[in-house]
């Protein structure tokens, strides 16, 4: 039986004041819930203290993004060994925003998510189709090529530490959200990739997330479906109280 992973990707919101209060005023909303993980990737200004603020809380913290190299003349770049100092567990890699306005590609995610591995972060790799892709029944082929593309040459040791968060592209801070029965459709697609690419015991160990426009209202229905391990949750983990009933759906 997976745990559920309920993970919220601030994005480009919150200054460090606000990060923290957020973090604190969560914990004390959901820290004693241990049936399910709770993942919180604030911006990079503010990981550590949030993760100071979570110390003893069962709420973990992760990055937003990585560099895949450990060090160098990278301006602007973290790498993983920075995530892992200043407390981060976990860390996202390709999430659509990333490939729409930063050039992210299946190669470029492959070498994020083998830097994350080697430095024992715990890496989720986004995957998803445009509307256009969606209309055009193309959904399937680009989730395959990007989970082949993604994940291309990983061991079966290191394929069981990953995550993987599906997140159709015209979903995300839309309003918009793919019916529960398109959502498991993906999911069961993306367990079949895995089982193919490894073994069955490997891909009913990694939990698939849905990520685009996740809300208490839709939480329930989601996590009914039986590929569908958690939610990667933008917009509705900027508020306490309403990423609070999230976890508890």
Same mark, same amino acid.
């Given at each position: 039986?997976?745990?559920?992973?309920?993970?919220?990707?601030?994005?480009?919101?919150?200054?460090?004041?606000?990060?923290?209060?957020?973090?604190?005023?969560?914990?004390?909303?959901?820290?004693?819930?241990?049936?399910?993980?709770?993942?919180?990737?604030?911006?990079?200004?503010?990981?550590?203290?949030?993760?100071?603020?979570?110390?003893?809380?069962?709420?973990?913290?992760?990055?937003?993004?990585?560099?895949?190299?450990?060090?160098?003349?990278?301006?602007?770049?973290?790498?993983?060994?920075?995530? *892992?100092?200043?407390?981060?567990?976990?860390?996202?890699?390709?999430?659509? @925003?990333?490939?729409?306005?930063?050039? @992210?590609?299946?190669?470029?995610?492959?070498?994020?998510?083998?830097?994350?591995?080697?430095?024992?972060?715990?890496?989720?790799?986004?995957?998803? @189709?445009?509307?256009?892709?969606?209309?055009?029944?193309?959904?399937?082929?680009?989730?395959?090529?990007?989970?082949?593309?993604?994940?291309?040459?990983?061991?079966?040791?290191?394929?069981?530490?990953?995550?993987?968060?599906?997140?159709?592209?015209?979903?995300?801070?839309?309003?918009?959200?793919?019916?529960? @029965?398109?959502?498991?459709?993906?999911?069961?697609?993306?367990? *079949?990739?895995?089982?193919?690419?490894?073994?069955?015991?490997?891909?009913?160990?990694?939990?698939?997330?849905?990520?685009?426009?996740?809300?208490?209202?839709?939480?329930?229905?989601?996590?009914?479906?039986?590929?569908?391990?958690?939610?990667?949750?933008?917009?509705?983990?900027? *508020?306490?109280?309403?990423?609070? *009933?999230?976890?508890?759906?």
């Amino acid at each position: 039986m997976r745990k559920p992973l309920l993970a919220g990707n601030w994005k480009m919101n919150t200054v460090l004041q606000e990060s923290v209060q957020l973090a604190e005023a969560l914990n004390k909303l959901v820290g004693d819930v241990n049936d399910r993980d709770i993942l919180v990737c604030p911006p990079f200004t503010a990981i550590n203290s949030v993760a100071e603020a979570l110390r003893n809380s069962v709420i973990m913290v992760g990055g937003q993004d990585l560099f895949w190299e450990e060090k160098g003349a990278f301006t602007g770049q973290v790498s993983p060994k920075m995530l *892992k100092s200043v407390g981060a567990s976990y860390v996202i890699i390709g999430h659509s @925003e990333r490939r729409q306005f930063f050039a @992210e590609t299946d190669e470029t995610v492959n070498k994020k998510l083998c830097a994350a591995l080697a430095n024992n972060l715990h890496p989720i790799i986004c995957v998803g @189709e445009m509307l256009a892709e969606r209309e055009n029944n193309t959904t399937l082929k680009v989730i395959e090529k990007q989970i082949k593309g993604g994940l291309k040459g990983l061991a079966v040791g290191d394929a069981q530490r990953i995550t993987v968060a599906y997140e159709p592209v015209w979903a995300i801070g839309t309003g918009k959200t793919a019916t529960p @029965e398109q959502a498991q459709e993906v999911h069961a697609f993306i367990r *079949k990739l895995l089982v193919e690419m490894f073994d069955k015991p490997t891909a009913e160990i990694i939990r698939i997330l849905y990520g685009g426009s996740v809300t208490p209202d839709n939480i329930k229905v989601l996590m009914a479906q039986a590929d569908i391990d958690g939610g990667l949750v933008g917009g509705a983990s900027l *508020k306490a109280d309403s990423f609070a *009933k999230l976890v508890k759906y």
